[in-house]
């Protein structure tokens, strides 16, 4: 299995085009050849030019079988004295960073010179430029080995970033809509409930009422009670786990006031404008506009400190518009890295109401946010709780 899973590494990860290894093969070939042919008296019949010949033909297969490549090489340099093959070799095993198993590779071929051809080897202690040959080939595919391995785990972290963004993107979706699912339940499905314990008060006299009046308030029982189940699969179906506790409704259009004066208390300048009646447009509406301003106002103060910050908000019908914008910030060294999770979230709230949100540098240098929610989105705030 090991050996398996190390061979298809030699072959996929460190392969080369068809190409380079056809134009490999047929330069080694011929310069061991030529070497080969002089050295045997200028005739192509010697058998050693034959196997010179098949040790540059098996080069391709050294992704595969390298060391049965790298004992082909030794032999031809150890026997007939060329080095070509070997020095493909030697680069081979060094890029993959086996430089140990190299350096055997060249003192074998070395040893079996000596051994071989003693007048006439390449190997010969008078002759220290093929000494040096592959000291520099194995120096070279040792630095081009660890390059490569670098490029690699560079490509691979940055992968694994992009995953984890998406991850952790995907989680902000999630809990956002957990949220709004709590919030729905509290609001919507208290009501609900009302509504259909108030219809089985009325059905319960219905023998009071007169019969158009008692069936259509046993239509209103049914009906409140189907759409109290059907709301509850819904947010069943929104809450990313069942054990995720409900998120108060605490903030509204009354918090929305207080939100801007704290920002002000805290030193950042704000100018706001609210119009419209905000009591008329449901809870979930509001709470939406004011996380729109609270994120807004978030990111201003970490991108843009002491930035003027101008608020908007219009309460419809029939659409509510939001508009945070901040003007360019005073430089404060490095600037903090966003994560963009927030302004996610936000974009899932808006959206689930059937709104739109856009975000994005102004031309004047600054930053702008923009939501616009149709004013009937959500469960009304009015009305006997």
């Not at 072959?11 to 380079?20: A, G, N, T």
Request: aromatic letters at 4%; charged letters at 15%; a neutral charge.
């Amino acid at each position: 299995m090991l050996g398996r899973v190390e061979a298809n590494s030699w072959k996929s990860e460190w392969s080369w085009p068809w190409w380079v290894e056809a134009a490999l093969v047929a330069v080694v070939s011929v310069l061991s050849v030529q070497e080969v042919y002089i050295g045997a008296g200028g005739t192509l019949h010697s058998p050693a030019v034959a196997v010179v010949a098949a040790a540059g033909l098996v080069l391709p297969l050294r992704g595969r079988w390298p060391w049965a490549v790298a004992v082909c090489g030794v032999a031809v340099a150890a026997l007939f004295g060329t080095v070509w093959p070997l020095l493909v070799v030697l680069f081979h095993l060094a890029q993959r960073g086996r430089g140990g198993a190299a350096l055997l590779c060249a003192a074998a071929a070395m040893a079996g010179g000596l051994v071989f051809q003693p007048a006439h080897s390449l190997w010969a202690p008078r002759t220290y430029g093929p000494l040096l040959l592959p000291a520099v080939v194995i120096a070279l595919g040792l630095w081009a080995g660890s390059r490569r391995r670098l490029v690699v785990s560079l490509g691979e972290q940055v992968r694994h970033l992009r995953v984890e963004r998406e991850l952790r993107a995907e989680q902000a979706r999630l809990g956002e809509r957990t949220r709004i699912a709590a919030e729905m339940h509290d609001v919507l499905a208290h009501r609900l409930t009302v509504l259909a314990l108030h219809a089985g008060a009325l059905q319960r006299r219905a023998a009071e009422l007169p019969e158009p009046a008692a069936e259509r308030v046993g239509l209103l029982r049914r009906t409140s009670t189907e759409a109290l189940a059907d709301l509850r699969e819904v947010l069943g179906a929104l809450r990313m786990t069942a054990a995720e506790e409900p998120r108060p409704m605490g903030a509204g259009v009354e918090d929305l006031p207080a939100l801007l004066e704290e920002a002000c208390d805290a030193g950042q300048p704000v100018e706001s404008v609210i119009e419209g009646d905000a009591v008329s447009v449901s809870t979930s509406h509001r709470l939406a506009i004011h996380r729109v301003v609270q994120e807004a106002l978030t990111n201003a103060r970490k991108h843009a400190p002491g930035a003027l910050v101008e608020v908007a908000v219009q309460y419809g019908p029939p659409t509510s518009t939001v508009v945070v914008h901040n003007r360019p910030g005073a430089p404060s060294g490095a600037a903090p890295v966003a994560s963009g999770f927030g302004l996610v979230g936000l974009t899932e709230r808006v959206t689930a109401l059937g709104g739109t949100l856009a975000f994005g540098p102004s031309g004047a240098g600054g930053w702008r946010v923009t939501a616009e929610i149709p004013a009937g989105a959500g469960p009304s705030h009015t009305g006997a709780a």
